[in-house]
């Protein structure tokens, strides 16, 4: 997703990629861990992050997934001792710009402006974890999925002849991660969809034939793809 110019992560970037060499990161690798002490923020440059949560039984919770140009930055700012909220794992291989955590405090807090962009981005992304919130409160475990893909295709979408192509590989059992339900139940409702015509699975990457079906199943209010994105 685009940036505007004078978003935290444009300026993050133009400040320290001068100071800060952009190191190459392998699929599969773990930045932090959820609880571990937090020393850096990170700019990705190229690749996509799955951040989430791990249950006490076992059970693996994605919480967002952010793809090019975002900044990650997991733990309560300013906060004496802080740690991570959340795990950090690379789904592809992955180009980033480490900051340690008081350079990039020091940063916005003698900088105002990067400090009114910190806060536009913050709000934004309080509005995004609320709305994500309500869909999965309000659409139980089916609705949640035909959200979650309506998600998908704002931050992953390309437009073909055959419908929006979710251009991110995706494993049932990893939407299911991403829907907080279990993949027995989110089988079924895609076999569903499938048999309505609504949606095809080809290589681990879905289609949405008709994103009219899911956005009436849901009550879509239509956000700005900002707001309604998985990132």
């Not at 990039?104 to 974890?129: G, H, Q, R, V």
Request: a neutral charge.
């Amino acid at each position: 997703m685009e940036k505007s110019s004078f978003s935290i992560y444009s300026m993050l970037v133009q400040f320290f990629q001068k100071k800060e060499s952009i190191q190459k990161i392998k699929s599969g690798s773990v930045l932090f861990q959820e609880k571990d002490s937090a020393q850096s923020v990170y700019l990705l440059i190229k690749g996509s992050i799955a951040l989430g949560r791990v249950h006490v039984r076992g059970k693996d919770f994605i919480l967002k997934i952010l793809n090019d140009r975002e900044l990650i930055m997991e733990y309560q700012l300013f906060k004496a001792n802080p740690h991570y909220q959340f795990y950090a794992k690379t789904l592809t291989d992955c180009e980033l710009i480490v900051i340690k955590k008081e350079l990039f405090e020091e940063f916005i807090l003698t900088d105002p402006e990067a400090m009114k962009a910190t806060a536009a981005w913050l709000s934004t992304s309080y509005l995004k974890a609320q709305m994500k919130c309500q869909d999965l409160i309000m659409n139980g475990k089916k609705g949640g999925l035909y959200s979650i893909l309506i998600r998908l295709c704002n931050s992953y979408g390309v437009m073909t002849e055959n419908g929006i192509l979710i251009d991110l590989p995706l494993t049932h059992q990893e939407l299911a991660n991403l829907t907080y339900g279990t993949r027995e139940v989110i089988q079924r409702s895609l076999k569903e969809l499938r048999e309505k015509d609504i949606i095809s699975y080809d290589n681990q990457k879905f289609t949405i034939k008709k994103m009219s079906y899911l956005k009436e199943e849901v009550d879509c209010q239509n956000c700005a793809f900002e707001i309604c994105g998985l990132d």
